[in-house]
């Protein structure tokens, strides 16, 4: 049986020079998702129907759910700054990855800031007639959803890091602190598509900056 040879370098080369590599697939998810939220959200004194729709399905589940969904949620809460940038050191024992971890958090916790006041959209309690509201000290803008931001920034640095079976898990769970603040009452839908979005941004610019995910393809 014929034995192939390896790759010669400039073989290698072309095939990690790929035009679509991990970094633009997650660009284009970001800028996607916040952009097409974004413009949906702009009439920030009305909501659309299927948007209620999709509020209540979720808002109505059973309040047993409450307790063990809050643990979830806090994986989008600001002081995973530090617990996410330590969790990744103890992951990886290597600094790089854990300053892209924090930085991407305190990131998306100031950028979310920023585009709520661009934006101006109310909490559902604002804008809808009937929300459980399962949640006190729930005040400010809605667009885009703060908690979100910061758990999509955080998958998307942690997300490279893992063996392949893995990958899926920080996105899945980022995804669930979403869920978790429409359930809560805190957020309508387009504010937790638009975090994503902002997240996957705010974690691509974190990885990128301290060389986590190569500029050109993924390593």
């Known amino acids: 049986m014929a034995r192939t040879s390896p790759p010669s370098e400039r073989a290698r080369r072309l095939v990690g020079a790929r035009p679509w ?24 004194d009305t909501v659309a129907d299927w948007e209620v729709r999709v509020f209540d399905i979720v808002n109505g589940l059973p309040g047993a759910w409450r307790w063990p969904v809050w643990p979830v949620m806090q994986l989008g809460n600001f002081w995973m700054v530090v617990a996410g940038g330590i969790g990744v050191y103890a992951f990886t024992r290597r600094a790089r990855p854990a300053l892209a971890a924090s930085s991407a958090v305190l990131l998306g916790w100031v950028v979310a800031k920023v585009v709520k006041h661009a934006v101006q959209r109310g909490r559902p309690e604002d804008l809808l007639e009937q929300v459980q509201l399962r949640e006190a000290g729930v005040h400010g803008r809605g667009y885009v959803s703060g908690h979100t931001t910061t758990a999509f920034a955080l998958a998307t640095v942690v997300t490279p890091l893992l063996p392949g079976r893995w990958r899926v898990a920080p996105y ?3 995804s669930a602190v979403g869920l978790a603040r429409i359930y809560y009452g805190a957020h309508l839908p387009l504010d937790v598509v638009g975090g994503a979005g902002l997240g996957i941004l705010c974690g691509l610019v974190a990885s990128i900056a301290f060389g986590t995910i190569h500029p050109i393809h993924e390593r």
């Open 21 to 44: 590599g991990r970094h633009h697939t997650e660009a284009a998810a970001g800028v996607g998702l916040l952009g097409v939220s974004w413009l949906l959200a702009a009439r920030t």
């Open 172 to 174: 899945a769970l980022a």
